[in-house]
């Protein structure tokens, strides 16, 4: 079994920074990849970032310049730096891994809870 617990989400003033962290656990044979998607009502869930066992990274369009995303291989741990916020950054932010079980042994998504990241004054 596999669990991916979000943190860091809240309530941030336009032009000011937030850092969600994701933090796998379970029955980890490989981790993939790592990344955000988010979802804003009425929306399409979108990726923002992802970043893959090697390091390259990719990343939304609208977030380049302002979202940086890293990883702690050692703690399974996926981080989103968030600065330069605009009110349409807001939306309930997932994460998700593209991962391997010991069980399994093949390649599957998983997905966090998601944690609302609000942008307003």
């Known amino acids: 079994q596999v669990q991916l617990v979000e943190s860091g989400g809240g309530l941030v003033q336009p032009g000011g920074s937030l850092r969600l962290s994701c933090a796998a656990s379970?029955?980890?044979?490989?981790?993939?990849?790592m990344g955000w998607y988010r979802q804003a009502p009425g929306k399409q869930r979108e990726l923002v970032a992802r970043i893959f066992s090697g390091g390259s990274t990719n990343y939304a369009d609208s977030v380049k310049g302002r979202f940086t995303i890293s990883r702690d291989n050692a703690k399974n741990t996926v981080y989103l730096q968030m600065n330069s916020l605009k009110p349409e950054d807001t939306a309930v932010y997932y994460c998700y891994a593209d991962l391997a079980t010991i069980a399994a042994m093949r390649s599957m998504d998983y997905w966090g809870q998601g944690t609302q990241v609000t942008v307003s004054s």
């Open positions: 379970g029955s980890i044979f490989s981790i993939y990849a």
